[in-house]
Nanobody, 126 residues
């Protein structure tokens, strides 16, 4: 059975930092692209960050660029370092795995990701 499990969420003051982790089990994700998404009640799940499986190229939503950093180790763990947090970053954060695509393309759409974690709550107080 395939599992993605997020951890590291919590309550932090504005300007603070958190590091989210995503641990994979049940299969190898070394050849999967990995992404982080977030969702607040009543809104659609939105793209946050992406890292490719091959050369580790990274991509970010404009709202987090320069503050968040996505990384991965041997393909089984993915991380999201979040600095200079703002109240508008408050959401449930999800990691997800996207199958590799030809030509190195990737997607910001949650529909293109096959596996998802259960989410971890991040709350930023003002």
């Amino acid at each position: 059975q395939v599992h993605l499990v997020e951890s590291g969420g919590g309550l932090v003051q504005a300007g603070g930092s958190l590091r989210l982790s995503c641990a994979a089990s049940g299969r190898t994700f070394s050849r999967y692209n990995m992404g982080w998404f977030r969702q607040v009640p009543g809104k659609e799940r939105e793209f946050v960050a992406h890292i490719s499986w091959s050369v580790g190229n990274t991509y970010y939503a404009d709202s987090v660029k320069g503050r968040f950093t996505i990384s991965r180790d041997n393909g089984e763990n993915t991380f999201l370092q979040m600095n200079s947090l703002k109240p508008e970053d408050t959401a449930v954060y999800y990691c997800a795995a996207e199958p590799p695509r030809s030509g190195g393309s990737w997607s910001r759409s949650p529909a293109e990701y096959d596996y998802w974690g259960q989410g971890t709550q991040v709350t930023v107080s003002s």
